[in-house]
């Protein structure tokens, strides 16, 4: 994979991509690439959904029915009193 180095950045623009790149957790090179990425109309990558994945690979294996157990009321908080 080749790297792309940009110089001269201004500080403004770089703190732009910056809170871009946080508001879509992710870092300043993957938020860039995003950014080029729409600038010449391609597609971005599809975003991988971790639950849909393990849903597909479990799913033809059945379904299990667990026992959830009652809740119980809490205990007391220990007293500070000496």
């Not at 950014?35 to 033809?60: C, K, M, T, W, Y």
Request: glycine share 4%; charged share 30%; proline share 6%.
């Amino acid at each position: 994979m080749e790297r792309l180095i940009i110089r001269n950045l201004d500080k403004a623009l770089e703190r732009n991509v910056r809170a871009r790149a946080a508001q879509q957790s992710r870092s300043m090179e993957e938020e860039a690439l995003w950014i080029l990425r729409a600038a010449l109309g391609e597609s971005a990558p599809a975003l991988v959904n971790l639950f849909d994945q393990i849903r597909e690979h479990v799913d033809p294996l059945g379904g299990v029915n667990l026992k959830i157990p009652r809740r119980r009321s809490m205990r007391k908080p220990p007293s500070t009193d000496a």
